[in-house]
T-cell receptor, first 113, second 112 residues
Framework: DAGITQSPRHKVTETGTPVTLRCHQTENHRYMYWYRQDPGHGLRLIHYSYGVKDTDKGEVSDGYSVSRSKTEDFLLTLESATSSQTSVYFC????????????FGSGTRLTVV | GENVEQHPSTLSVQEGDSAVIKCTYSDSASNYFPWYKQELGKRPQLIIDIRSNVGEKKDQRIAVTLNKTAKHFSLHITETQPEDSAVYFCAASLSGNTPLVFGKGTRLSVIA
């Protein structure tokens, strides 16, 4: 497939609980990104990583944290889920040697009730 | 930071007609402009991209034009087909190691 997988694909969780989404790549790409997609807002950057243990915040980072302990995995954690974090979350990877284009994962649909 | 505006938000065309989607960006230093297509329930996929040293790029029925002076770029789809129906996103970035900033998307419907 595209060399990038997200898990879980769907999750329903309760307000106030912690949630971790996983992005796994087999392409050995340096850059990994987490975006959220909401109707009327397009794709908004949450956090991104430019190497192992190197991460930075995006436009909508409040309430989210990330970790990247190895090249292939990029984890997104919602410390205490809120209803406003109900969304579809996409992970993406890119590598400068292959151009700047992103390859997206299949997405995780998260519902916070 | 960079801001990308995309218009229109929805577009309906008859099969066989052309479709044009326009985007503007705010940072004159941006130099990479990709377009993504997202079918219902699927992941966004790169369909074409252009760099700032090029004014136009074409790939079969799709083309992208870039006007650096006006800071806008457009996607042109000719001879539209029902399978072109999807949401299209434009994006911009300063360089390969700067995250993409996306427009809000255009929902294209091709009516048979």
């Amino acid at each position: 497939d595209a060399g990038i997988t997200q898990s879980p694909r769907h999750k329903v969780t309760e307000t106030g609980t912690p949630v971790t989404l996983r992005c796994h790549q087999t392409e050995n790409h340096r850059y990994m990104y987490w975006y959220r997609q909401d109707p009327g807002h397009g794709l908004r950057l949450i956090h991104y990583s430019y190497g192992v243990k190197d991460t930075d915040k995006g436009e909508v980072s409040d309430g989210y944290s990330v970790s990247r302990s190895k090249t292939e995995d990029f984890l997104l954690t919602l410390e205490s889920a809120t209803s406003s974090q109900t969304s579809v979350y996409f992970c993406a990877i890119s590598d400068l040697t292959g151009g700047y284009g992103y390859t997206f994962g299949s997405g995780t649909r998260l519902t916070v009730v | 930071g960079e801001n990308v505006e995309q218009h229109p938000s929805t577009l309906s065309v008859q099969e066989g007609d052309s479709a044009v989607i326009k985007c503007t960006y705010s940072d004159s230093a941006s130099n990479y402009f990709p377009w993504y297509k997202q079918e219902l329930g699927k992941r966004p996929q790169l369909i074409i991209d252009i760099r700032s040293n090029v004014g136009e790029k074409k790939d079969q029925r799709i083309a992208v034009t870039l006007n650096k002076t006006a800071k806008h770029f457009s996607l042109h789809i000719t001879e539209t087909q029902p399978e072109d129906s999807a949401v299209y996103f434009c994006a911009a970035s300063l360089s390969g190691n700067t995250p993409l900033v996306f427009g809000k998307g255009t929902r294209l419907s091709v009516i048979a």
